[in-house]
């Protein structure tokens, strides 16, 4: 019997995982610039589906719709993968969606860098800590008008807050996914080393 729990177990991870890679690698980036007429997103600036390289085709309301979009997708995959199968599932789900938004199947495995998707999944983890993570990238980000620090700073902090908050088994998935953000962001991260990374509002 403890066979069968544990093999029930094991299958709700997986399928919390790939419910949440499924609907984080919906490439809303790509649908809305080619739905306003930008054309592929992937031939633009780093090539990423993000609401921020959207944002430099200068179509607002495309990038505007990738963010909410993402973070939906993101906050969706946890919300379903934790009615049906429960918690542990959620987590799994919550990774997934993550991987599915940096490497979609359907785009040769390139997609974004995961900042909407991860704000959605922290939402749906435990609210107290994205909203206080969404005011870190609030606060960085006026301060330095640099959109990539921001996010990495926000990143950082998202694990370390839940960890205060005593949300441990959310601190460890959370640490996981800051770090797949940070990989995700190595280009951004050399680049503000040398001081050349663009600020928000100005060209490179």
């Known amino acids: 019997m403890s066979d069968i729990g544990l093999s029930m177990h094991w299958d709700s991870l997986g399928i919390g995982l790939l419910i949440g890679y499924l609907l984080g690698s919906i490439p809303f980036g790509l649908i809305f610039t080619r739905m306003s007429g930008a054309g592929d997103i992937r031939q633009v600036g780093s090539g990423a589906t993000g609401a921020t390289n959207v944002l430099r085709t200068g179509k607002y309301g495309a990038a505007a719709a990738t963010l909410i979009c993402d973070a939906t997708k993101g906050a969706a995959a946890v919300l379903i993968a934790r009615h049906f199968f429960g918690d542990a599932a959620a987590i799994t789900a919550a990774l997934g969606a993550i991987l599915g938004h940096l ?21 749906t983890l435990y609210w107290p800590v994205a909203l206080l993570s969404l005011t870190v990238w609030s606060v960085v980000l006026a301060i330095t008008r640099l959109s ?20 441990e088994g959310y601190a460890a998935v959370t640490l996981v996914i800051a770090l797949i953000v940070l990989s995700a962001h190595r280009d951004n991260i050399r680049r503000l080393l040398r001081g050349e990374e663009p600020r928000v509002g100005k060209s490179k």
């Open 103 to 123: 490497f979609p199947v359907w785009l040769g495995f390139k997609g974004g860098k995961g900042v909407a998707t991860s704000l959605g999944v922290l939402l």
């Open 148 to 167: 990539s620090l921001s996010a990495l700073v926000a990143a950082v902090a998202a694990p370390i807050l839940m960890f205060i908050f005593h949300q």
